[in-house]
């Protein structure tokens, strides 16, 4: 009888690790699905609205405009619409479903964006590494997540890496999906400069493998065998090719470099007046994605450094595959730069560069002694455990609007228009009174204006700067802070209506010009824009406009009265009423501004965002003589801020009145 033996058993894993590791699978998902639900935001971006009306311009005429159309002011400027296609696909949803469509659809590809992403950074860390750096690189891209047409590159971006990253691995048939995708993007955003960087580098770096140049590890990751190598050069080529394929054909191609120019330094510094281009290390108005961001970049570039030296000299023959790869490095490299030009750079830096650094890191796990590996597995059961918890309670937040409450941005989660950023309400008031254009209008009430054009007659500005160009803006710019230089543009162009969104402060001093001006008559104000007509040659419209405004001052009262939303932080709600009772101080109505502000107060506002209006109530209360209630503010600002010198000065002065 034949002895039979038995094969060695191994021994079953607990239940309890079983599901350790069940859950730890799904720590990748959990981190996308935070980063769509991040992106589930009220429209509420400026921009958007020019690329509907740019898409429906486009639609009704069928053709693609070469030259402005929708402002009165530079009808003569060139106008290369490279996000041609990206407008009318806009203007499509729009028209299906409205803001909610667009809202839905944006959280779509933001979400596709980072599934990718996360793809692309699995095949080279483990399940709960790939959740942190996920994370880490949506908390560096939050401030990006708007209906623009970053959501069409932030998606093809992320899969143009991923199908040259499969090439190293993959048979490459993949690759001859980049033509396609490059003559899509071309026709979607200018930023399809971003693949033809990602392919050239992968190009460039097939063929410098070949050349004893650089450290062997470094060629060794970069090596494509030879028919693969052909198939990269000939994909690669032709893709890039390819963007000629856009109704600009070669001037389509070169656009960017021109735009490049708004944000190299090498422009007028009055574009550095717009938030998003300002610097992301400059200190301009720091939030969470800005730390993130930061964080991101300087332990992002060690971890680079650290990686690039361990694969240069690796002390002997590594059985791990090399994984520092020469097109991810220039790749990382090119993205870090532009980062720190612009902070609107931020979350094309954070897409663009997490592959190679979850290669790097890679690279360093591997190396790192093993006292710290094993001192990681440890941590891995705890972490495993708190991530989800982390993940849960951050959702939350985000659902609620806690997020953007506590770090003083105007958004709110979920569908529908976040209405205290567009002069809708204003639009309306100047189309049903037949007020006359052309109208002088600032740059953020632009983008509505193009979509709602009330005189059709067109903007005098809005967000598209490759329109406008330096001289214009520079103009533009200066006539906000110098009233006689904005009589003269006013004359010039034969303005007779003035729209101004009133909620950033460099408006105001020439809302109370304008209100002190025999030329013009205020005829409209609500939370969120002012509206002046000239008076001479005006008056009949003027006197019934001003008799109109009766009805619409209790429609805005009315509005800002309705009940905010069911839970979470009214962001919109306070957001108006806060900006509401700011234009009433500085048109001299106190006693309403200071009912607006005790109104958004019983809302709730952020901590800071408190203390500055308890102040600014306590000092319209104290020049009022009402002492004791100028009081009771400031004391509940100092309880928010015990820290707050401001506050304590004007404590002690009010004591000193007794």
């Not at 799904?26 to 935070?34: E, R």
């Not at 093809?156 to 003559?183: F, K």
């Not at 140049?213 to 060629?219: A, V, Y």
């Not at 109704?247 to 090498?266: A, C, N, W």
Request: a positive charge; aromatic letters at 10%; proline letters at 5%.
């Amino acid at each position: 009888m034949k002895r039979q033996t038995k094969e060695p058993v191994e021994a079953e894993p607990t239940r309890f690790s079983a599901i350790m590791a069940g859950l730890r699978s799904w720590l990748p998902a959990m981190a996308v699905a935070l980063a769509a639900l991040m992106s589930v935001r009220r429209l509420d971006d400026f921009d958007t609205w020019w690329h509907l009306a740019a898409g429906r311009w486009i639609v009704r005429n069928g053709s693609v405009p070469s030259t402005d159309v929708l402002s009165f002011t530079v009808p003569d400027h060139s106008w290369t619409n490279l996000q041609w296609l990206y407008d009318v696909i806009l203007y499509g949803l729009y028209g299906m479903g409205g803001a909610d469509l667009l809202v839905v659809t944006a959280a779509a590809c933001y979400a596709a964006a980072f599934a990718l992403c996360a793809a692309n950074v699995r095949r080279s860390l483990g399940p709960l590494a790939t959740c942190l750096l996920v994370v880490a690189i949506t908390a560096a891209a939050a401030e990006r997540f708007l209906i623009r047409p970053e959501m069409a590159t932030f998606v093809l971006l992320a899969l143009v890496a991923w199908i040259v990253d499969d090439a190293r691995a993959g048979s490459g048939r993949r690759l001859w999906l980049l033509v396609p995708l490059m003559v899509l993007w071309v026709n979607l955003h200018a930023l399809f400069v971003l693949g033809v960087m990602v392919i050239a580098a992968a190009m460039a770096a097939a063929v410098a493998a070949e050349l004893p140049l650089l450290p062997p590890r470094w060629r060794e990751a970069s090596k494509l065998e030879p028919q693969r190598r052909r198939q990269l050069l000939l994909a690669g080529g032709a893709s890039i090719a390819a963007t000629v394929c856009n109704p600009y054909l070669l001037e389509g191609v070169f656009f960017p470099l021109e735009l490049f120019t708004r944000i190299d330094g090498t422009g007028t510094s009055a574009f550095q007046a717009i938030g998003e281009f300002r610097p992301p290390f400059s200190g301009y108005f720091p939030t969470l994605a800005i730390g993130a961001y930061q964080a991101l970049f300087v332990v992002g570039g060690a971890v680079v450094i650290i990686a690039g030296v361990l694969e240069a000299f690796p002390g002997r023959r590594r059985r791990e595959p090399a994984r520092f790869d020469i097109a991810g490095l220039a790749v990382f490299v090119a993205l870090a730069y532009l980062s720190t030009l612009a902070r609107r750079n931020l979350g094309i830096f954070a897409i663009g560069a997490a592959p190679f650094l979850a290669r790097c890191l890679a690279i360093i796990g591997e190396r790192a002694p093993s006292g710290l590996r094993e001192a990681a597995r440890k941590a891995t059961t705890a972490a495993t455990v708190a991530i989800p918890v982390i993940l849960i309670c951050s959702a939350a937040m985000i659902a609620t609007s806690t997020w953007y409450a506590r770090s003083g941005q105007a958004h709110e989660f979920g569908a529908g228009v976040f209405e205290a950023n567009f002069p809708i309400h204003a639009a309306s008031f100047m189309r049903e009174q037949e007020l006359p254009g052309p109208v002088f209008n600032d740059l953020t009430a632009g983008g509505y204006l193009t979509w709602a054009d009330p005189t059709g007659g067109g903007v005098y500005i809005d967000g598209r700067l490759e329109v406008y160009d330096d001289e214009f803006f520079s103009r533009y710019m200066g006539t906000l802070g110098d009233f006689s230089a904005w009589r003269s543009d006013a004359e010039k162009f034969g303005i007779q209506s003035v729209l101004l969104f009133h909620r950033w402060g460099n408006r105001h001093g020439l809302i109370r010009l304008l209100a002190k001006s025999q030329e013009w008559s205020l005829v409209y104000y609500d939370e969120v824009a002012v509206i002046f007509v000239r008076r001479a040659g005006n008056e009949e419209t003027v006197g019934a406009a001003a008799a109109a405004f009766a009805v619409w001052d209790a429609k805005t009262a009315e509005r800002l009265k309705s009940p905010p939303r069911a839970f979470g932080w009214a962001v919109e709600r306070y957001t108006a009423l806060h900006t509401y009772a700011s234009l009433l101080a500085t048109l001299g109505n106190t006693p309403k501004a200071l009912e607006m502000y005790e109104r958004a107060l019983e809302v709730g506002l952020p901590p800071a965002t408190e203390v500055t209006t308890r102040m600014r109530v306590a000092r319209y209360l104290a020049y009022s003589g009402q002492l004791s209630q100028a009081r009771m503010h400031l004391g509940r600002a100092r309880k928010l801020d015990p820290a707050n010198a401001n506050v304590a000065d004007m404590l002690r002065r009010l004591d000193q009145t007794r």
